[in-house]
């Protein structure tokens, strides 16, 4: 199962470990997606995504930081 996280440990990561976090979770969140039915947890999936998401919107937020 994938773990996730609070957003503020998001926060204190460098740019270089948020674009691992996103490429690790979403290959998870792809291998969960495509098991059987049966063994599919809706838990990992969630948390994927969630993590994901907000790995992206704190890269987002640090490049829209700099550039104003």
Request: net charge positive; charged share 30%.
């Amino acid at each position: 199962m994938y773990p996730s996280m609070k957003y503020t440990d998001i926060q204190s990561k460098s740019d270089g470990e948020l674009l691992e976090l996103v490429t690790t979770a979403r290959e998870a969140l792809r291998a969960e997606r495509f098991k059987d039915k049966f063994s599919k947890k809706a838990s990992a999936i969630r948390s994927a995504r969630t993590n994901v998401a907000q790995a992206l919107t704190e890269m987002t937020a640090r490049r829209n930081k700099v550039s104003n």
